[in-house]
């Protein structure tokens, strides 16, 4: 019984201590440092998910023109852009996700560095073929 509750105690500490990828992340342009999206990271049973709430970049009202199947058209607010992923160890991997500018889908994985920043790398094939960014969790 004491160590369920001992991990009970842990479990709450983690997600108090913000040491969890659930919430929303501010991300930023690779070249010029501004900023171009809030992200919400959510989960649904043991699978995580990442929808765009709000573009800093074009218009208020834009679609995704450039993305494939049932994304095409659809609003860049509320696109979900990550899919799938599931917990391993430090990471979450085996899912995917779509970079809303080329409309383009790419394995990815992510890792929290700290409570307050993220690693996601989308890649082609195996890791070493992509892009990271780091995103900063929202105040």
Avoid: H
């Amino acid at each position: 019984m004491k160590y369920l509750s001992i991990l009970f105690t842990m479990a709450i500490c983690i997600t108090v201590n913000g040491q969890t990828i659930i919430g929303q992340w501010e991300t930023f342009d690779d070249k010029t440092k501004d900023k171009k999206a809030i992200i919400e990271i959510y989960k649904t049973k043991n699978v995580y998910y990442a929808k765009i709430v709000k573009s800093f970049v074009g218009e208020k009202d834009a679609i995704c023109e450039t993305c494939t199947g049932t994304k095409k058209d659809t609003p860049i607010i509320g696109l979900v852009i990550i899919e799938n992923l599931k917990k391993d160890g430090d990471e979450f991997n085996g899912g995917t996700i779509l970079d809303p500018e080329n409309g383009k889908t790419y394995k990815c994985y992510l890792e929290l560095i700290n409570k307050n920043k993220l690693k996601v790398r989308g890649y082609l094939g195996i890791s070493l073929f992509g892009r990271t960014q780091y995103w900063s969790r929202k105040e």
